[in-house]
């Protein structure tokens, strides 16, 4: 990067970025828990763990909506002399900050389920369910302004909507090779290279 430059990701995708890997091993953890009687037993276990998912889910989805929402209207054009981060740098970073407290997690889910079959691994998974929905919610927020929210990477290390963070940047539509809510651009990333700086 030049002079004055600075790196940029998109919010949506470090929204998303553990989603998968609290949902798949916490599925994996409830289905390998609910092999074992447990202390309460399995149904108590099971019935446990989808009243779990369903708070979980609610829970995650709904934090900070408000302070999203406000750094979202408070948003700045970005300038020219950012660089925009590739989502599969993004996700990467990400998973890897956390890939001790994902495992923690995992491990904790696992362990718990002698007491109460699948109940963690469901909570977990419902985590993930959650990231997934609000990232979903933030590609609404993007279709409806027309334009991509990107927060500075320094900025974003705990969350992209922590108080550190002074705002949020946007570009157009095109920029970048995530689309509205994160998810992989279809089309590659040659499209939306070129359409980056006409988006600014």
């Given at each position: 990067m030049g002079r004055g430059s600075y790196a940029l990701a998109r919010v949506?995708?470090?929204?998303?970025?553990?989603?998968?890997?609290?949902?798949?091993?916490?599925?994996?953890?409830?289905?390998?828990?609910?092999?074992v009687p447990g202390l309460t037993g399995r149904r108590i276990g099971v019935l446990a763990g989808a009243a779990?998912?369903?708070?979980?889910?609610?829970?995650?989805?709904?934090?900070?909506?408000?302070?999203?929402?406000?750094?979202?209207?408070?948003?700045?054009?970005?300038?020219?002399?950012?660089?925009?981060?590739?989502?599969?740098?993004?996700?990467?970073?990400?998973?890897?900050?956390?890939?001790?407290?994902?495992?923690?997690?995992?491990?904790?889910?696992?362990g718990s389920s002698l007491a109460v079959p699948a109940a963690a691994g469901l909570a977990m998974a419902g985590a993930g369910a959650g990231l997934w929905a609000k990232a979903l919610w933030?590609?609404?927020?993007?279709?409806?302004?027309?334009?991509?929210?990107?927060?500075?990477?320094?900025?974003?290390?705990?969350?992209?909507?922590?108080?550190?963070?002074?705002?949020y940047q946007t570009t157009g539509i095109a920029a970048g090779d995530a689309a509205p809510g994160g998810a992989k651009r279809r089309g590659g990333r040659a499209a939306a290279r070129t359409a980056v700086s006409a988006a600014r």
């Amino acid at each position: 990067m030049g002079r004055g430059s600075y790196a940029l990701a998109r919010v949506a995708v470090v929204v998303r970025a553990p989603a998968g890997w609290l949902w798949w091993p916490g599925l994996l953890a409830a289905g390998t828990g609910a092999l074992v009687p447990g202390l309460t037993g399995r149904r108590i276990g099971v019935l446990a763990g989808a009243a779990l998912f369903v708070i979980t889910t609610g829970a995650v989805f709904t934090a900070r909506r408000r302070r999203y929402e406000e750094l979202a209207r408070g948003a700045s054009r970005a300038g020219r002399a950012v660089f925009l981060q590739d989502r599969a740098v993004t996700l990467r970073n990400r998973r890897r900050a956390r890939r001790w407290w994902l495992l923690g997690a995992f491990l904790a889910a696992m362990g718990s389920s002698l007491a109460v079959p699948a109940a963690a691994g469901l909570a977990m998974a419902g985590a993930g369910a959650g990231l997934w929905a609000k990232a979903l919610w933030l590609g609404g927020l993007e279709r409806r302004a027309d334009a991509l929210l990107w927060v500075r990477t320094e900025a974003a290390r705990r969350s992209p909507a922590a108080k550190p963070v002074r705002g949020y940047q946007t570009t157009g539509i095109a920029a970048g090779d995530a689309a509205p809510g994160g998810a992989k651009r279809r089309g590659g990333r040659a499209a939306a290279r070129t359409a980056v700086s006409a988006a600014r």
